[in-house]
C-alpha cells in the first residue's frame, strides 16, 4: 500500500512537470545529479557540490566530504556530537554498493528544523552527503519522494 502511494506521487509529479528536469554535473569530482525543475541552485561550489532550494523553507544538497576517515567517524563527528542536533531515525544501509547512513535529524535551528540525510562511503576516504532540509516533519515528509528520485539520478561518474 505504502510503494503504491509513493508511485502514484512520483506520477503524479512527473505529470506535472515537478520531477527533474534539470541536470548539474560536477567537474571536479565528476558526479552527476538531476534537480527539480524550477528549484534554485543555491550556491553550486564546483570543488564539492551544490545545494538547491524552493522558496525559503526547502532545500536539497549533494556533495563530497573529503578527508573523512570513515564514514561511522564523520557520522559521529558531524551529527551526533553536535549539542543542537538530535537523530530521530538513523539506519545502516548500501546506496550503489557502498556503505551508507539514512537519517532524520532534528535541528534547533528554526530555518532548517529537520533533515534527512544520506551519507555515502566511497573509494579513497570520499564521503559524499546527499541531504534534505524541511522546516518540519510534515514538510519534510511531502518532499521525500521527491528527493528519493533525484537521489535516484545520482551517478558516482558520469560521462
Not at 560536477?26 to 538531476?34: E, H, L, M, P, R
Not at 564546483?46 to 564523520?74: C, P, Q, T, W
Not at 533533515?115 to 519534510?140: C, R, W
Request: net charge negative.
Amino acid at each position: 500500500m505504502i510503494r503504491s502511494f509513493v508511485t502514484l506521487v512520483i506520477v503524479a509529479q512527473l505529470v506535472s512537470g515537478c520531477i527533474a528536469e534539470e541536470r548539474y554535473h560536477n567537474s571536479t569530482w565528476n558526479f552527476c545529479v538531476d534537480y527539480p525543475k524550477g528549484w534554485t541552485p543555491e550556491h553550486p561550489i564546483d570543488e564539492y557540490g551544490i545545494a538547491f532550494h524552493r522558496g525559503d523553507s526547502i532545500s536539497m544538497s549533494f556533495g563530497v566530504i573529503k578527508d573523512n576517515e570513515n564514514l561511522e567517524d564523520n557520522f559521529r563527528t558531524a551529527y551526533l556530537e553536535n549539542g543542537s542536533v538530535s537523530v530521530t531515525e538513523r539506519e545502516s544501509t548500501t546506496f550503489h554498493g557502498r556503505p551508507a547512513i539514512v537519517a532524520t535529524l532534528a535541528h534547533d535551528k528554526p530555518s532548517h528544523a529537520v533533515q534527512h540525510i544520506m551519507t555515502v562511503a566511497a573509494s579513497e576516504g570520499v564521503i559524499y552527503e546527499f541531504q534534505v532540509s524541511a522546516p518540519d516533519q510534515n514538510t519534510l515528509n511531502q518532499f521525500l519522494p521527491m528527493f528519493r528520485s533525484e537521489l535516484a539520478s545520482f551517478k558516482f561518474s558520469c560521462k
